[in-house]
């Protein structure tokens, strides 16, 4: 084995236990196939959607909300090792990636995998929608009101009622 390496373990089955959740309101829906880890550092609101084969993965600091009225597509990957803020009526289109974390490069004598993870918050504000296929980089917000286009990788915050498109995604349009 490496000199690097650590001996891998489970982070558990992410199997759902209601009673666990740091907080949950009414009317919350998970589809078949969805994954919950650490959720006594998750809590959601009310009237949330969690489609089919999304992963909630919270984790064994920080925290993850995501606020009322908010719809998440299916085979979602949300991460919260940096802390993880989806405001209110938001839509997350299906397969949206989430990252709040990244490991740190400590030079070519060790591998990038084993380098310290770097952890920064991601928020999205209330109002949002996050197209199809989307990553989020960690330290990012994306303010009120906003649009991010399918398939984009926001790498940077976006100003209130903004259209970003692409990778990276670049300012379209404001919203009026």
Not at 85 to 101: F, L, R
Not at 122 to 146: A, F, K, Q
Request: net charge neutral; with cysteine; proline share 4%.
């Amino acid at each position: 084995m490496s000199k690097f390496a650590r001996l891998y373990t489970s982070h558990g089955t992410g199997k759902i236990e209601l009673e666990k959740l740091k907080e949950i309101g009414q009317n919350v829906i998970f589809e078949v196939g969805v994954l919950v880890f650490h959720p006594e550092n998750i809590c959601l609101g009310t009237n949330i959607y969690v489609g089919h084969y999304t992963i909630l993965k919270g984790y064994y600091k920080n925290q993850m909300t995501i606020g009322d009225n908010t719809w998440i597509g299916q085979g979602c990957f949300l991460h919260s090792a940096g802390g993880l803020t989806i405001g209110c009526n938001v839509g997350i289109g299906p397969h949206v990636k989430i990252i709040t974390s990244v490991h740190a490069d400590e030079g070519i004598s060790s591998p990038i995998l084993f380098g310290a993870l770097k952890e920064a918050p991601v928020i999205i504000e209330n109002d949002c929608d996050i197209g199809v296929g989307t990553t989020i980089l960690p330290g990012i917000t994306i303010g009120h009101g906003s649009q991010i286009g399918a398939g984009s990788v926001v790498t940077k915050n976006v100003d209130p009622y903004s259209v970003m498109v692409g990778m990276p995604a670049k300012l379209l349009k404001k919203r009026v």
